[in-house]
């Protein structure tokens, strides 16, 4: 099948026709009056005017149909290797078409006749006009219409684009796509964005643009442009992250949940026991593993009941990821599901009574889990982290006869005390940041492996529940720096009576110090955040707080509307 080059730029009030003016030898040109640019020029050979095919096309808005080296345009047809043409399946004079540096040249006059365009030329008979009439297009094409709140925008400045492609019978419009396409230009120059729209019937509208012209003195620079605009996930760039001082903030006393952490060994090769502790009352289970079996296996959390009593295990919220072979996804989807959370199941176990209050979906091998609960037990239940091929039942039998796998070495496991750290910080110099997860600043979690008895170190904090309040937040911009590498994960703000977790980022991965994530613009003085570092991700980060409004020598307006 024949493929199909791209349209020029569509006016913004298509006209009837199209009308290049140009001169041998110039690459500037006319087109509608207004100046176009060849960057293959017209030439005088042997007495003919000749164009450049496709350049020629794309300027007149034509559709030019490439297939091997035959290419056709109207009742045109060229054999680029041959350098022959037919129009109209009549075979053209000798001279009609050449090739010169790899660009296809025709007469001018056989491009007019092509086309059934007319031809003039000025009284010098230096300067030609050739006068196309608009394609006529495919009448069930749907059509790429958009606009522009102005034609030229200072360095910096916002671009507002309306869209309004349509479709001639009314079909759901199913695909877009931009090329140029930026809401804002930093560069002077010229920029040319364009639009092409597919229909439910798999049909494409023809390419429609505009050239938007960007020069005088900046309006803002990335870094001001993105803490006006920038939204909830997004990245920006700030090469001064570092810089910034650090804030001190008031560590409250720490409440007592404490955290069961399973992660080594973080790929058991056989069924068996990964971690184990009892206790009682509120805690946060956080298990992060990967089948290495040769075969098909389930992650379980078992609770048995250690008193003569019932005791009921309540989960009051929780997160997961699985199966995935996707590491990088564990931590965010995990945090995502968990901020999400509203309550979950109640078990009540008699005396003695095993369990599961969590069973994850079936693993394959090579294949990961990660789970985070917050539970609340009645009475002291042991907990078990167990790994167990798909074909073993998760009874207390069976758990007594598995081994407790030894730890990795590399990993961590064990339980640590109040896995929830309160801070608070006040404001008053900006810009300024506040560092997590380093283990200096924010020291690390210390705690035991109750299966080894070996004291633990968590570092990274992975786990902790970060309960953060910051006042004279009202006017900033709060945004996260990954420190340490890859991170994605997910956080939870309160401002006032809005409640929005945040995707971080809102696609892909944060990767640089010095691109930050846009997390939020406070409207109230206070300003609650909720941070646990993500599984699967790297730990320190630093949460950024600077001024809103523009810095001085940049301009105060904000666009507010965004069809």
Known sequence: MAALLGLAAAPATAAGAVQLTFSPDQAAALLNGGAAQFSAPPRLIGGRTLLPLRETATLLGQTLTVQSDQL???????????????????????????????????????????????????????????????????????????????????????????????DPDGADLTARRWTGRQDVYFQPGTYTVTLQVTNSRGLQSAPFSRTLRVE?????????????????????????????PALTDVRLPSIGRPLIFSDSPEAPTQSGVLYQDSLSGPLRLLA??????????????????????AVDVHTERQGETAPTRLEVLLGQITLLDYFAGTGGPTLTLQPGQTAAV????????????????????????ELSVVMLEDSLPPTQQAVQQLPYLTPDAKH????????????????????????????????ALLGVDRLTGRPQRLGGNYGVLYDLEVTG????????????????????????????TIKLPHTGSAL?????????????????????PASGSNLPVSLLFYRARPEEGFGGTIKTYQP
């Open 412 to 443: 961590v496991r064990g339980t640590f005390e109040n896995a929830v750290r309160s801070l608070r910080v006040n404001l008053t110099r900006l810009p300024a940041r506040l560092v997590l997860g380093d283990g200096q600043l924010d020291p």
């Open 473 to 500: 937040a009202a006017g900033t911009a709060v945004a996260f720096s990954p420190r340490g590498g890859l991170y994605r994960g997910a956080m939870q703000v309160e401002d006032g009576p809005i409640s929005q």
């Open 216 to 244: 005088g003195t900046p309006v803002d620079s990335p870094l001001t442009y993105a803490l006006k605009y920038a939204d909830p996930g997004d990245r920006f760039p700030d090469p001064l992250v570092n810089t910034y």
């Open 512 to 532: 640089k110090p010095d691109e930050p994530v846009m997390l939020w613009r406070p409207q109230s003085d206070r300003l609650n955040i909720d941070f646990v």
């Open 72 to 166: 056709g345009l109207g009742r045109l047809m060229v054999d680029a290797a041959r350098g022959v043409a037919t129009l109209g399946g009549v075979l053209q004079p000798e001279g009609s078409v050449a090739v010169l540096d790899g660009t296809v040249y025709v007469s001018t006059r056989l491009l007019a006749d092509a086309l059934n365009a007319g031809l003039s030329m000025d009284d010098a008979g230096r300067t030609l006009t050739l006068t196309a009439l608009r394609e006529g297009g495919n009448p069930l094409a749907p059509q790429a219409r958009f606009s522009t709140d102005k034609t030229t925008y200072a360095p910096g400045e916002r671009v507002v684009f309306t869209e309004y492609p349509f």
């Open 358 to 381: 969590y069973a994850s979906p079936t693993l394959g091998p090579g294949s990961g889990v990660n789970v985070m609960a917050d539970l609340t037990a009645s009475g002291r239940v």
């Open 288 to 309: 992060y593993h990967i089948n290495a079996l040769s075969k098909p296996a389930r992650l379980y959390v078992l609770a048995r009941n250690l008193e003569d009593r």
